[in-house]
């Protein structure tokens, strides 16, 4: 008997909710005593043309016999279609308790490379075979790609110049903790890729496997961080305690774990350290030189950063000159200096935005700039009464930004290499600029139910090549009120209506990111016409809304797995007589499931939301909740009946299919 147990009791080791108990996957593997080390494969493609690439792999088998063997490794390449393309055989003789590293080569014709756009993958079956014998077998997923970040034209990937759009995360899935579903990672990254984000950043520890391996599969790049924290701590139990202990074989492992993702481009051995800030201690070049030292004996191919807020050639992490990227932590505002300060050295902004927002509320007037809270070691003490931030992108921290103010440096500079904005999705823990009651952050561009704020069109807008028309806030105000309308836009022009009358044609010019009407509310419609060349291509319209009167629910998967793991996300919308969302409606919503499936958590995205989330009840927020269903091991059908008092309910069918 094997028993695993967990003692998170000495609070805090986190800046941010971390989860607690066995949160991923476990993985006990039995082998034969001849076999493939754990971690043993390391695949590489160093030459890659348009006719062929080059395949090497580095295989360590081990011997645990008493006797000498006579093996057999045979590696077959499988293309997309898990079909063998080619295969090569070497022999060995492995000695008594022998432990060997086996390279071979292997051309591969006509390669399909891993880009954004085609995440063409592979597979490496390696076989360990001796007389008749099946030792071991092991399969490897690997991409072909070669990648550069350039000092002077940021980051080439296959020879195409890419800016990075990315976003940090925390591993945190929202109303579900931080219990891994492959199914609710899967969801993230799908609203991310609908965004046009294509990168990132493990946010601050190793991520679980099942991300990296949907991001090889889903074509995002990832860099891939340990360390929130080295030998000097950030709370009074964490990591840093086990520092000397444990620091040189988990960083170990985490390489050996992750190098043949074709995803990750680049590993950041640390974020914001305390060891960075003082100059006249020398722990910080002595550490960052060991962690980079055991990295690039392991893995040579890839770039190392580090993520910094002291953003000075004198930091210690900088100054070591183990970073082949630098990594800048905010100060947008010094993007611009960067080659004069590190002439010859690429650059990414590791970390970036930190602006603030609640899904569905807005301050006026709208181009009026709240930095909350007014220093980083200051309490807030003239924020919203309810705790809320604007969606309006007028609200940050003082150490970040607006989301506009950094993405126009960003979108300039071409040395720039790209940015991971803080944060894609909003994450338990850390409620800047509020206290209690907040209990989830206000950072992310989707909130914590992942129902998309307002700025993420912004990134639409700006990162994708099909036509974007996003228009707010709601249209339910009191007459004589002033409103700004926004809208983010990569159409030619804009006209604004209200009530059918034309508010003015708007148009994006020099480095304007969103377009702006200032007027007086009357209720009705407001619509806006976005045109190319001349040609109306998008409508928007926003109505005010009635008191609430109905239910409506859509799930983002009908059809789903009877594997007692797979999972439904139920969007509910409180809408009045002609199906208009309520904006400010908040609703008490009860959901009953029929059938082979169960309740695994609701949420509303709404930070001061206290209820529990693993409930089937749950109150709207701004018009929105969600609920998550989660099959059991049994084919069937699912009915989701949703409820409110007053309201009209309403019902959907989902399906349990074994082996979907």
Known sequence: IITVRVDNSKQPNSRWYSGSGIYRNVRLV????????????????????????????????????TALQKIKIIIEILNQNDKVITAQTV??????????????????????LWSIEEP??????????????????????????????????GFILNGKKVKINGVCNHHDLGCLGTAIYNRAIERQLELLKNMGCNAIRTSHNPPAPELLDLCDKMGFIVMDEAFDMWKKNKTKYDYALDWDQWYEQDTKD?????????SVI????GNEVIEQWDQNDSSGIVIARKLADIIKKLDPTRPITAACNS???DNPVIKSGVLDVIGYNYSHEKYPLIPEVYPGKPFIATETVSALATRGYYDMPSDSIRRWPPRWDLPLLTGNPDHTCSSYDNCSTPWGSTHEETWRVIKKYDFISGMF????????GEPTPYDWPSRSSYFGIIDLAGFPKDVYYLYQSEWLTKPVLHVFPHWNWNVGDTIDIWAYTNCDEVELFINGISMGIKKKEGEMLHLQWRVPYTPGCVSAVGRIQGKNVLTKVINTANSPKALKAEA???ELSANGKDLSFITIRVVDEKGTIVPTADNKIKVKIEGPADIIGMDNGCQTSLGPFKTNERKAFNGLCLAVIRTREQEGEITVKVESEALKSTEIRLQSIRNK
């Open 30 to 65: 039995a082998t034969e005593k001849v076999c493939i080390e754990p971690w043993g494969i390391f695949i590489t493609t160093p030459y890659i043309s348009d006719r062929s690439a080059t395949f090497r792999q580095q295989t360590v088998v081990v011997n645990k016999t």
């Open 91 to 112: 022999s060995r003789n492995l000695k008594i308790n022998g432990r060997d590293t086996i390279t071979q080569e292997i051309i591969l014709n006509q390669p399909q």
């Open 120 to 153: 063409n993958l592979y597979k490496s079956r390696t076989r360990i075979v001796s007389d008749k014998k099946i030792w071991d077998e092991v399969i490897t997923n690997f991409g072909i790609r070669y990648f550069v970040f350039d000092p002077l034209k």
């Open 254 to 262: 985490w390489i050996l774990r992750d190098r043949n993702h074709p």
């Open 266 to 269: 680049i590993w950041s051995i």
């Open 311 to 313: 953003t000075t050639p």
């Open 421 to 428: 904005i803080w944060t894609g999705f909003d994450y338990l």
């Open 556 to 558: 983002d998967r009908t």
